[in-house]
């Protein structure tokens, strides 16, 4: 596609749900990195992946958080059992290679009641 | 621990006027900074970029300072127009030990051009 394509735009999601947020990156693009964006604050990363391979995972904040791409392309990052605290705005961005020029997708919102 | 800040959250300037937007920094492993120019629900766009070996890069009405003794970056806009206005985030970039670039995000500050 022409950009990094995120759904859903918004979720509301009670505590202690399960929730899972799609990501579909600019075709051909090998790298893939998630960020939580927090009200207020910059992005943080989450999450990178080469291809399939889920080459760095430091960012991510619990072991409830977790992220797949299974086929080098769609990416998939699932948050379980939800709590306050996960609310914020999760952007993913792709690029050719893992340097930082990358383009970032609009993001879902997710809101924790 | 910010390692990338913005101290500004907010700047109001003149149309046609220059804006300057500050940026400290606090690691010395960063090896390449960017500015991110954001509009309300879309994700941040890169705008310009500049590696630590240089002190300016120029791109049209934009130019990033870097100064790396005092771990301080400042980007220039000139002159300033309304569709500007944005909220602008500084990052700087680190290679990892799993070979991605990692950025490293400051608050942001908020723009705003007065027509």
Redesign the interface.
Known sequence: GAG?SQSPRYKVAKRGQDVALRCDPISGHV?L?W?QQAL??????LT?F?NEAQ??K??LPSDRFFAERPEGSVSTLKIQRTQQEDSAVY?C?SSFS??????????TRLTVV | DQQVKQNSPSLSVQEGRISILNCDYTNSMFDYFLWYKKYPAEGPTFLISISSIKDKNEDGRFTVFLNKSAKHLSLHIVPSQPGDSAVYFCAASARTNFGNEKLTFGTGTRLTIIP
């Not at chain 1, 207020?40 to 990363?45: D, H, R, S």
């Not at chain 1, 893992?98 to 993001?107: L, M, N, R, V």
């Open positions: 990094v790298s990195f960020y207020g604050q910059g992005p943080e990363f990178y080469q080459l760095d430091s960012g952007l961005a893992a340097s930082y020029g990358y383009t970032f997708g609009s993001g």
